[in-house]
Nanobody, 115 residues
Framework: QVQLVESGGGLVQAGGSLRLSCAAS????????MGWYRQAPGKQRELVAG???????NYVDSVKGRFTISRDNAKNTMSLQMNSLDSEDTAVYYC?????????WGQGTQVTVSP
């Protein structure tokens, strides 16, 4: 059974930084594209950043220059470094990964940015 476990959320003041991590565990052969999504109250879930197995990245425009996604293929982990946070970044952040060609989701971690 594949599990994605997130960590690193919390409360931070505007302008601060947080680092989210996601680890894939269980029995599998390969982890493909990974990504971070977020869902704010009353809004649809959106892709924040993605990274392919080869390291190609993409970001939603609102986080470009502030967030950095990375992964470690040997450890099956992914991170999201979030800098210059503002209240618009407040949301539940979800890890997503394609594992053995199937999509999996983490349980979500809350990020709250206070003014």
């Amino acid at each position: 059974q594949v599990q994605l476990v997130e960590s690193g959320g919390g409360l931070v003041q505007a302008g601060g930084s947080l680092r989210l991590s996601c680890a894939a565990s269980g029995r599998f052969f390969s982890v493909g594209t990974m990504g971070w999504y977020r869902q704010a109250p009353g809004k649809q879930r959106e892709l924040v950043a993605g990274v392919t197995r080869s390291g190609n990245t993409n970001y939603v425009d609102s986080v470009k220059g502030r967030f950095t996604i990375s992964r470690d293929n040997a450890k099956n982990t992914m991170s999201l470094q979030m800098n210059s946070l503002d209240s618009e970044d407040t949301a539940v952040y979800y890890c997503n990964a394609i594992v053995d060609s199937r999509p999996y989701w983490g349980q979500g971690t809350q990020v709250t940015v206070s003014p």
